[in-house]
């Protein structure tokens, strides 16, 4: 890639969440765009110069989203809802943002709901933002088109 061909990298703190088609807020931080492939090493009777490497299944961790504590209390709410047994089952999409503010790329979580929650850490001497964290499971990542 020469610097002249306008393919350049997007930056990585332009973002936003989308919980069911509605944006959750400003979110500091999104972890958990992973998928891997798990595989299983099978031997096959009568070839011993190499082990086959066979397809087992699909993984993604959890996506984990961290912003500042506000007074917004939808996500706290879901996670209540779940914590007391109405599991309710939401499409995540996160979208990374051009050098215009438009979507570029995409990710959707589907069937995601809240699993953990963790509050910020207080020091009296500190004037950092309180933030707060809020992980999310789900059945799968895929792909989507910016909007």
């Known amino acids: 890639m020469s610097a002249g ?16 088609s509605l944006v959750a807020g ?3 931080e ?16 009568g070839v011993n110069d ?8 699909v993984m993604s961790p959890n996506l984990v989203l961290r912003r500042g504590l506000t007074d917004a209390d939808t996500l706290w709410n879901w996670l209540q809802r779940v914590a007391d047994g109405d ?12 050098a215009t503010g438009e ?6 979580f589907r069937e995601a709901y809240p699993v953990r ?8 001497e500190s004037g950092d933002v309180a933030i707060e964290t809020l ?5 799968g990542v895929s792909t989507v088109d910016g909007v």
């Open 5 to 20: 061909d306008g393919a350049r990298p997007y930056l990585n703190f332009r973002f936003v969440v989308e919980v069911d």
């Open 26 to 28: 400003g979110f500091t």
């Open 30 to 45: 999104v972890s958990g765009l992973e998928r891997e492939v798990e595989t299983e090493a099978y031997d096959e009777g």
């Open 50 to 57: 190499h082990t086959h490497t066979l397809r087992s299944g």
């Open 87 to 98: 599991v309710e089952r939401k499409t995540v999409l996160v979208f990374l943002q051009d």
């Open 103 to 108: 979507a570029a790329r995409g990710w959707a």
């Open 117 to 124: 929650w963790a509050g910020p850490a207080f020091a009296a």
């Open 135 to 139: 992980e999310l499971t789900h059945t």
